[in-house]
């Protein structure tokens, strides 16, 4: 389907220069997602001159993705969002779109793709196409990607993956639709060849989303890097290192990318690893140890939770004493009653993980591939060689006998890395969900106005999820006073909780911080400034923090779902079931792994669902009988 005319009196008028996007948005972009070579080059130099429309639209879509992958490193794992808003060049035939906004979605709970690209573009929006690498919907409830590109005036939308996620899948195409906007999506309207390429690099950037809907896992990449002899350390366990600058300055790369990065007790022991991305100054993974006997060193840099979160899996009752030690040292320790990757991996998905990095050992790396939660390998291959029959290798025993066995690594890249050579491939290839994707007129309904939910426990924790606009983190701001009586909007309901502990406080250093978790780019780094802050400044907190935290967080979601209409009627619709928080580890605002958590943000919502329907006091301090 070709784009369609501009409006009259917009055809021949020069372009106007793209606004600046927020300076966060202004970082240069660093290519996380490896292109084919050629499609590298074509993409530096903006839009190649294709003649067929559907060129145009391939190249626009894989665009969307390249964009969707700018804020890798910078934040944790989310769902990536890239828009692209072009408009044909009529003037002359054949000539390249116009790309007249483009953006991505920075972090979970900050302002979506579309709204930043179709404010980039202004006036040039109208009659043009936006290309989203993946369907809208972060966050259940909300509507400012399709509202966004409604009001631009855009006319045309191409979609290159439908949400992976159950309940977001073709909503926003039927909303889109519904709105008089032309959809086309990728595989089901549009379906030339030329569009290979461009599907590739929709699956590719959004790879860890796609495998968490399919699987229930995040998805997992195991790391090593071997000598030329097939060696990943000396016989007694020296590793540092097998590798180059250049391949390590990659690793820190792929661990800005992960939520998390595992290693096996062994490898404590031996290497004392830090695991950071101290690269760039970005998001840093959290630390796991996967233990069974707990007899890791008293001292290790993993315990120095100032660096990075820290967690211990091992099995449960193992060396209590030593789990107390931790626990002081500020490290989470998580007992399992059989230690084993798959059900680490269960974890971290309830943990809403996206992404893991294995970078353990060869014992554990065996385990972790028998027990099929691997999905990618990078192996970097130096050339160098060690010898030792007994020198550890990157994967232990797997029960194979015959070669014929062996795993075949798929859509495997080779890419010299300094004097290295890094080799990558799938073991699972990246699930397309597309070919089961039902019609959007056969998908089961989850409007709650329409059909209200059965299950008593209704638990939700990333944005993503099905009542992700409960969590504290999604993108709905509100308007409140500051402590000094200015009214602010606060991007989350996360940014105002947070700023609390230190408004009100007579001290310029604390007026510091609150400015600072104000202009948190997300609620994530707003969390973690208030955090980090709290500790390292006790003194700064208001002394009635603990007694008045409650009162603050209800005050805020209030506001939260009356200023939105489709969140009150989320709310509602929950009439009967018990709301939690799926926090495995925040066990105040949480319900913790096993329900051992006091779940107060859920107990808080379930007191403004009876505040909204007239059956409870609007009282906090009733809040222990919700
Ligand atoms: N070059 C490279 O890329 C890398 C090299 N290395 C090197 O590898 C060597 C260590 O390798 P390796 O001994 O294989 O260490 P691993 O990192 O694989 O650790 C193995 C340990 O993991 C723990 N574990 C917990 N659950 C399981 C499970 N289900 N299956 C298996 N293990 C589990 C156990 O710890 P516990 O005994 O505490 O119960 C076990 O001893 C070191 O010399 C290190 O320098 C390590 C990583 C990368
Ligand atoms: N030896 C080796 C690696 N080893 C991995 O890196 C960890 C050390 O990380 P850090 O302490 O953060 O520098 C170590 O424990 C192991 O998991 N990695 C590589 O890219 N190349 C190497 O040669």
């Given at each position: 389907m070709p784009p369609p005319p501009a409006?009259?009196?917009?055809?021949g008028v020069a372009p106007a220069p793209v606004a600046a996007a927020p300076s966060f948005l202004r970082r240069p972009v660093r290519t996380?997602?490896?292109?084919?070579a050629a499609r590298a080059a074509a993409a530096a130099a903006s839009?190649?001159?294709?003649?067929?429309p559907d060129a145009h639209d391939a190249a626009l879509l894989s665009r969307a993705a390249d964009v969707a992958d700018r804020s890798a490193g910078l934040t944790?794992?989310?769902?990536n969002f890239g828009c692209v808003i072009a408009r044909p060049q009529?003037?002359?035939?054949g000539a390249e779109p116009l790309v007249v906004g483009e953006a991505f979605?920075?972090?979970?709970?900050?302002?979506c793709a579309e709204l930043l690209a179709a404010q980039e573009a202004g006036?040039?929006?109208?009659?043009a196409t936006a290309y989203l690498n993946l369907e809208p919907?972060?966050?259940?409830?909300?509507s400012t990607a399709i509202g966004s590109l409604v009001q631009a005036g855009v006319t045309r939308v191409v979609v290159?993956?439908?949400?992976?996620l159950k309940h977001l899948r073709g909503k926003a195409i039927q909303a889109l639709r519904s709105e008089g906007i032309h959809v086309d999506v990728l595989g089901e309207d549009l379906q030339s060849n030329s569009f290979k390429e461009a599907l590739e690099s929709c699956l590719t950037v959004n790879a860890p989303l796609l495998y968490r809907a399919a699987f229930n896992v995040p998805f997992s990449v195991l790391k090593y890097a071997m000598t030329a002899?097939?060696?990943?350390?000396?016989?007694?366990?020296?590793?540092?290192?097998?590798?180059g600058k250049a391949s390590r300055g990659r690793v820190f790369e792929l661990r800005g990318r992960s939520d998390a990065v595992i290693v096996g007790g062994n490898t404590v022991r031996l290497d004392?690893?830090?695991?950071?991305?101290?690269?760039?100054k970005g998001h840093v993974p959290v630390r796991i140890v996967m233990s069974?006997?707990?007899?890791?060193?008293?001292?290790?840099?993993?315990?120095?939770?100032?660096?990075a979160y820290t967690i211990v899996a091992t099995q449960r009752g193992a060396r209590r004493d030593f789990q107390k030690k931790l626990a002081m040292k500020g490290v989470e320790v998580v007992e399992f009653d059989m230690l084993n990757p798959r059900d680490v991996m269960s974890y971290c998905y309830d943990r809403g993980y996206l992404s893991v990095l294995w970078e353990c050992g060869g014992t554990l790396a065996a385990s972790a591939i028998s027990a099929s939660v691997i999905h990618k390998v990078y192996a970097f291959l130096a050339p160098k060689i060690i010898g030792g029959v007994h020198a550890p290798t990157p994967?232990?025993?797997?029960?194979?006998?015959?070669?014929?066995?062996a795993i075949h690594l798929v859509d495997e890249t080779y890419e010299q890395i300094g004097r290295d050579m890094l080799l990558s491939g799938f073991i699972?290839?990246?699930?397309?969900?597309s070919p089961v994707i039902p019609s959007v007129d056969d998908m089961p309904s989850v409007d709650p106005k329409v059909s209200p939910y059965e299950a008593n426990i209704i638990s939700f924790y990333k944005?993503?999820?099905?009542?992700?606009?409960?969590?504290?983190?999604?993108?709905h701001p509100i308007h409140m006073p500051?402590?000094?009586g200015d009214y602010f909007t606060w991007p989350t309901v996360e940014h105002y909780y947070q700023a609390h502990k230190f408004?009100?406080?007579?001290?310029p250093q604390a007026r510091t911080i609150v400015q600072e978790i104000k202009l948190a780019k997300s609620p994530e780094e707003a969390a973690r400034i208030g955090r980090t802050r709290q500790k390292e400044f006790?003194?700064?907190?208001?002394?009635d923090w603990e007694a008045t935290k409650i009162d603050v967080m209800y005050r805020a979601i209030k506001c939260k779902f009356s200023t939105y209409p489709s969140l009150t009627d989320m709310l509602l619709s929950t009439a009967g079931s018990v709301l939690v928080e799926?926090?495995?580890?925040?066990l105040f605002w949480g319900g913790g792994r096993?329900?051992?958590?006091?779940?107060y943000l859920g107990r808080l919502l379930m007191q403004l669902r009876s505040e909204i329907l007239g059956t409870f006091p609007a009282s906090v301090e009733a809040v222990d009988a919700a």
């Open positions: 409006p009259p009196q917009l055809r996380r997602v490896r292109l084919p839009v190649p001159a294709y003649q067929s944790s794992p989310h769902p009529l003037e002359a035939d979605l920075y972090a979970q709970g900050t302002p006036e040039q929006a109208r009659g919907g972060d966050c259940y409830g909300d290159g993956l439908r949400h992976p002899d097939g060696k990943i350390a000396a016989t007694g366990g020296h590793a540092s290192w097998v590798s004392d690893p830090r695991l950071t991305a101290r690269h760039v069974q006997s707990l007899s890791l060193p008293e001292e290790a840099n993993l315990w120095n939770v100032n660096e994967v232990g025993e797997l029960g194979m006998s015959q070669m014929t066995q699972q290839p990246i699930p397309d969900l944005t993503w999820d099905t009542f992700g606009a409960f969590s504290n983190f999604s993108p500051d402590g000094n408004v009100g406080i007579d001290n006790p003194e700064l907190v208001r002394t799926a926090s495995p580890h925040d096993e329900g051992e958590g006091l779940n």
